[in-house]
């Protein structure tokens, strides 16, 4: 498969070389300069692209972006780009990163980007650490597999993707339309903590939409007050932390 990767950043450097090691061709692109982007997809075992030139000829798009940077893309990029070709987003918001958006109090996350793309997408890889994604992927039917959410409206896309998470060593679980990936977004059960698929269908289920915006400010502001970046063990317990407190 023929896939393309916005961004090389904490998830989006683990993608690129995991679906390159898959034997897929993949090529990626970020916001350096081509010389130390060419360095950066070797190192990867990609191939390095130009913003334009990443989504041509593809089977598969990948944009794992921070939240606030999609709207530097630009414009109209996906416009010749045919429909079949899968489009994913892998972002995340957080208000005092990326600033107050107020159109998220009446869509979610991905609604939101897919406007600014102009294009259909489907959420995935946005409920995982990138320790989780990098060293607990696991073979399929293996004990204890911890599962990913897909959201999206096109199910045969859906499919697609769930043969790619599958690749990275995850399960999958069907989160169900765009409109309704607000439940794995920050600050929902589904987020970050590490679920196998029934634990995960259920931690999307108990998610509370009216709740989520401050339990994923009360998470962040506790990890934020500590002296040094948490560690992964650290950021895991915090997420789960709203496990305990809807008990």
């Not at 990948?62 to 630009?74: T, W």
């Not at 929902?188 to 590490?194: D, R, V």
């Not at 709740?211 to 990890?223: S, T, V």
Request: proline letters at 4%; one cysteine or more.
């Amino acid at each position: 498969m023929k896939i393309g990767i916005i961004g090389t950043g904490a998830i989006g450097s683990i993608l690129v070389e995991k679906f390159s090691a898959a034997g897929h061709q993949v090529k990626v692109t970020n916001t350096r300069a081509m010389p130390e982007l060419e360095k950066i997809a070797a190192q990867l075992g990609a191939t390095a692209a130009t913003i334009q030139d990443v989504v041509k000829d593809v089977d598969a798009l990948i944009f794992s972006m921070p939240f606030n940077a999609y709207k530097d893309l630009p414009k109209d990029l996906l416009k010749e780009v045919p429909q079949e070709v899968v489009v994913m987003d892998t972002s995340n918001y957080y208000p005092f990163r990326d600033g107050e958006i107020a159109e998220l109090e009446h869509m979610s996350e991905s609604e939101y980007i897919s406007g600014i793309l102009k294009r259909p997408l489907v959420k995935v890889f946005n409920n995982i650490l990138e320790h989780t994604l990098k060293y607990k992927g696991k073979a399929a039917g293996a004990e204890g597999r911890i599962a990913i959410s897909i959201a999206g409206d096109n199910e045969e896309h859906k499919k697609l993707v769930a043969q790619l998470v599958d690749q990275t060593g995850f399960d999958t679980v069907d989160g169900g339309s765009l409109a309704e990936s607000w439940r794995q977004q920050p600050g929902t059960p589904a987020y970050c903590t590490e679920l196998n698929a029934p634990e995960l269908e259920q931690a999307l289920a108990n998610a509370e939409k009216g709740k989520a915006p401050a339990i994923r400010d009360f998470i962040m502001d506790n990890l934020r007050k500590k002296e040094s970046w948490p560690s992964y063990e650290e950021v895991l317990a915090g997420n789960r932390l709203y496990q305990v407190r809807t008990k």
